[in-house]
C-alpha cells in the first residue's frame, strides 16, 4: 500500500519564477492538504482540498493557489516566487472531513530553494 | 484563530529517562489533538493523537495527557532511547475539518 507520494524531490528556482508541486494521496483518501515547512518551525497550513474543493486557507498570499484533480492528486503552484518562499512543502492526505478519522499522513515533502 | 504555544524548544536526556514535551491552545473548541515526529530530512510522522473525551491515551513508552479546562496537552516519553531523538511536533485542530495549528517543535536529544 503506497504512502503519500509527491514530486519533485527538490527544486532549485530564481526569483520572480513560477513553480508547480505534485502530491498524490493515499488510496481511498480524499482530502489532501499543504504545508510550507520553514527550517525550524512546525509546518503552516496553507491549503486543504476535498473532492475537488477548496476546505480551507490559511494565511498565504494570493501566488500560492491549488487544485484536486478527479483521481484526488493535487497541485500547489506558486507565482512570482520570493526567496521566502524557500522551504519544504509537505502535502498530507486523509479520509477527509467528517469520515470518522482526522488522522493526516505526511508526503516526503518537496525542497523548494529559491535563488 | 487557533495559537498552540510548545516547551521546550530543545531537551536533552540521558538514555533511560523520561522526557516530558508541554503544549497549550488557545481555541476551546479544538477537540484534536496529535503529535508528530520528525526525524531530521524525513516527513513528519503521527505517533499519538488524542480527542477531547479522554484525558490520556497510552501506547507503550509513549502517552499523551490532555488537561480540557487548563487548555494543555503533553507528550510523555518513558524510557527514552537515542533512536527517540528527533523534533517533535504537537498540533491542535477541530475534529472534523481537520486544519490543524502546530507548535514550533522541540528538538529531544538522547544521549546514550
Known amino acids: 500500500d503506497a504512502g503519500v507520494t509527491q514530486s519533485p524531490t527538490h527544486l532549485i528556482k530564481t526569483r520572480g519564477q513560477h513553480v508547480t508541486l505534485r502530491c498524490s494521496p493515499i488510496?481511498?483518501?480524499?482530502?489532501v492538504s499543504w504545508y510550507q515547512q520553514v527550517l525550524g518551525q512546525g509546518p503552516q497550513f496553507i491549503f486543504q482540498?476535498?473532492?475537488?474543493?477548496?476546505?480551507g486557507r490559511g494565511n498565504f498570499p494570493d501566488r500560492f493557489s491549488a487544485r484536486q484533480f478527479p483521481n484526488y492528486s493535487s497541485e500547489l503552484n506558486v507565482n512570482a516566487l520570493l526567496l521566502g518562499d524557500s522551504a519544504l512543502y509537505l502535502c498530507?492526505?486523509?479520509?477527509?472531513?467528517?469520515?470518522?478519522?482526522?488522522?493526516?499522513?505526511f508526503g516526503p515533502g518537496t525542497r523548494l530553494t529559491v535563488l | 484563530g487557533e495559537n498552540v504555544e510548545q516547551h521546550p524548544s530543545t531537551l536533552s536526556v540521558q538514555e533511560g529517562d523520561s522526557a516530558v514535551i508541554k503544549c497549550t491552545y488557545s481555541?476551546?473548541?479544538?477537540?484534536?489533538f496529535p503529535w508528530y515526529k520528525q526525524e531530521l530530512g524525513k516527513r513528519p510522522q503521527l505517533i499519538i493523537d488524542?480527542?477531547?473525551?479522554?484525558g490520556e491515551k497510552k501506547d507503550q513508552r509513549i502517552a499523551v495527557t490532555l488537561n480540557k479546562t487548563a487548555k494543555h496537552f503533553s507528550l510523555h516519553i518513558t524510557e527514552t532511547q537515542p533512536e527517540d531523538s528527533a523534533v517533535y511536533f504537537c498540533?491542535?485542530?477541530?475534529?472534523?475539518?481537520?486544519?490543524?495549528?502546530f507548535g514550533r517543535g522541540t528538538s529531544l536529544i538522547v544521549h546514550p
Open positions: 482540498y476535498y473532492e475537488k474543493e477548496e476546505r
Open positions: 498530507a492526505s486523509s479520509r477527509g472531513p467528517g469520515q470518522g478519522k482526522d488522522e493526516q499522513f
Open positions: 488510496s481511498g483518501h480524499k482530502s
Open positions: 488524542i480527542r477531547s473525551n479522554v
Open positions: 498540533a491542535a485542530s477541530k475534529g472534523g475539518s481537520y486544519i490543524p495549528t
Open positions: 481555541d476551546s473548541a479544538s477537540n484534536y
